[in-house]
């Protein structure tokens, strides 16, 4: 089974349209961070970078992480979830 991390931020709208998404789906772990890289915490970027999702989380959120693919962006979630029901 694939292992799947959601990585979003607080106060943001297109994470939390794809957390609903997510709702029903017990396959993806969710994790929300500060919406201010600054207030995260030292666990907060280790997490990050260790999923090699640092660098897309300070320019754009969510990114589903899929056993070491990405998935960028709250459009491109939503056709991967609507291609793997």
Known sequence: ???AILFSLENCIKCNQT????????????VTFPHSINEW?????????SHDVFDELQKT????WLDGEKKVGYLRIRKWLQDNK
Do not use: F, G, T
Not at 24 to 29: G, K, P, Q
Not at 61 to 64: D, F, G, K, T, W
């Open 1 to 3: 089974m694939i292992k």
């Open 19 to 30: 957390k609903e998404l997510l709702s029903d789906r017990d396959d993806v772990e969710i």
């Open 41 to 49: 915490s030292n666990e907060n970027l280790e997490l990050a970078k």
């Open 61 to 64: 959120a969510p990114v589903l």
